[in-house]
């Protein structure tokens, strides 16, 4: 008996949807539960899955084509699995450690010479997987390969890592053994669960095994980069570069090999990388360094100019395309205009001086400008909260919590991780949690999860030693505060000129929904909880 395959019940907010991907085909065995297609809607991609084991018999709804709630996509015929599909472990097991003690003829998928010989040595095969994305990310790139074929690894040792457009996330090893093949290399596309490599139990690590663990690590690197030992040496030192040290290396066309790794097991960070182009002992000599130069002026002008005229082309990473995109529709779809105001920053700089070191002290963080900012944003946030709400096509939710979220800027984008509750936060956690958020955001271990949700957003352009800036708001919110440099300028004060620390204050919001005088009142309302801090604590 078939069985409808429909598309799930979208939300009010939600009217329709696009087919993205087909992950089976008709003729194609499932089992329950496994991923059969992806919809694509305006706000999240939705999975739907096979609701018993069987054969998918028929597709009606091809990709690309539009659907709409609960509508007929297919028809699953009910029944056992043929087997193909990858998850039936057990079964498969048994004929792969058959065929590993002395078939010549194996039949494993992807199965070789290199293959067999690895598994021989070893136990119990794995399929290592890409880890599950959110809803919201559909595909991610393999960004590098720590350990090759036939390398010895320990029981959740990082085998390699995906970056996403949101977070960079580790793939670990499910057991002590090795990698007997990478079927996902360096760069590729990967979807959620997609089989990256074959991992053989106990492979890898036998006694006298180190001259063939050297040849597959070598047959592994030509495989992989299409290049010799050598070339692949040259252009990685033997090293491990996290992903952030990796573009930063490529960028500022560093030699590898002079480079020292502060990271577990020696990884080369993004801190590391930072710390030689200051000092600048990472750069190559003289020979490598016009060899360099030359090619990049050869593939940069193919027609002979005078003078040096280099130019480098570099794939936008997942995170930066999709920051375009959502400041693009932002532009687009709000009626976005911005307010500026002034603050006096007299008062929280003395404050700030007077007990700075005894707030360190007493709670093993310094004390910055952030949390007043946050503090008084959050204050503002009650009285006026238009400008906390956020627009769902054509309802307004009002959000009874403030959840303010940071603007971190790291080498691969932007990204905006958010303070839970604010209102009831001490400073100290304010601090705290900002230090936290910029650390993981800098070496992109920030979780899904910590970056949506935000109610609001300041922005603190004034780090970089921007003046004056207008912020662009960060969807589907309605305001955004922009903090400024610190800049010691003349004012009238009681009829007296006197030199104060100023900062300008701008705030964007979107017209449909925040009216020009509660957006102005909103703005004074924070400048003057900052100009006099003791209203913070009396809620005046």
Excluded at 50 to 69: C, F, N, R, W
Excluded at 121 to 129: F, L
Aim: no cysteine.
């Amino acid at each position: 008996m078939a069985t409808e395959i429909k598309a799930p019940n979208f939300p009010e907010s939600v009217a329709e949807g696009t087919v993205a991907t087909w992950h089976k085909k008709p003729g194609d065995s499932v089992e329950r539960d496994e991923l059969l297609v992806e919809i694509e809607t305006d706000k999240v991609v939705l999975e739907v899955v096979a609701p018993e084991a069987g054969t998918l018999s028929d597709v009606l709804v091809d990709e690309d084509e539009t659907v709409e709630s609960e509508q007929l996509l297919g028809k699953l015929d009910a029944g056992a699995a043929k087997g193909g599909s990858g998850k039936e472990e057990s079964g498969k097991q048994e004929k792969a450690d058959d065929e590993a003690s002395g078939d010549t003829s194996s039949k494993a998928k992807g199965g070789d010479s290199k293959q067999a010989g690895t598994a021989k040595s070893g136990g119990k095969q794995h399929e290592v997987k890409a880890p599950s994305f959110p809803e919201s990310v559909q595909e991610g790139t393999v960004a590098s390969w720590n350990k090759q074929v036939g390398e010895a690894v320990k029981r959740d040792e990082v085998l390699a890592e995906i970056e996403t457009d949101k977070v960079v996330l580790e793939v670990v090893a499910p057991a002590d053994g090795a990698l007997t093949e990478i079927k996902a290399e360096a760069d590729s596309q990967v979807e959620s669960e997609e089989v990256l490599a074959l991992f053989t139990e106990g492979a890898g690590d036998a006694d006298g095994g180190d001259e063939g663990r050297d040849d597959k690590a070598s047959s592994a690197k030509t495989d992989t980069h299409g290049e010799s030992d050598d070339s692949a040496d040259e252009n990685l030192g033997g090293k491990i570069l996290a992903p952030a040290a990796r573009k930063m290396v490529a960028e500022n066309d560093l030699d590898v090999s002079r480079l020292e790794g502060t990271g577990k097991g020696g990884r080369i960070l993004k801190e590391d990388v930072q710390k030689a182009l200051k000092d600048g002992s990472a750069a190559k000599s003289g020979g490598e360094q016009k060899k360099a130069d030359a090619a990049a002026t050869a593939k940069a002008a193919p027609a002979p100019v005078e003078g040096q005229r280099p130019e480098k082309r570099v794939p936008m990473s997942r995170l930066r395309q999709t920051v375009a995109k959502r400041l693009v529709e932002a532009q687009q779809t709000a009626a976005m205009l911005t307010t500026y105001n002034e603050v006096d920053m007299s008062a929280i700089m003395a404050l700030r001086a007077e007990y700075k070191e005894r707030f360190q002290k007493a709670h093993d963080v310094k004390l910055g400008f952030m949390s007043f900012f946050v503090k008084a944003a959050s204050e503002a946030l009650k009285r006026f909260p238009d400008v906390n709400a956020s627009i769902d096509g054509k309802e307004i939710v009002y959000h009874g919590y403030q959840d303010i979220s940071v603007a971190v800027s790291t080498d691969r984008g932007l990204v905006v991780p958010v303070l839970r509750d604010t209102d009831q936060m001490q400073m100290a956690d304010v601090e705290k949690t900002i230090g936290d958020f910029g650390k993981r955001a800098r070496d992109g271990k920030l979780g899904i999860d910590e970056m949506q949700g935000g109610t609001f957003t300041i922005t603190n352009g004034g780090i970089f030693g921007s003046l004056l800036s207008t912020p662009i708001l960060n969807p589907p919110q309605t305001a955004i505060l922009g903090m400024h440099k610190i800049q010691e300028r003349p004012m009238a004060v009681d009829g007296q000129v006197e030199i104060r620390p100023m900062m300008y204050l701008a705030i964007s919001y979107d017209h449909r929904m925040i009216d020009g005088k509660d957006a102005v009142q909103f703005l004074v309302a924070i400048k003057e909880l900052l100009e006099d801090p003791a209203r913070l604590l009396l809620n005046v």
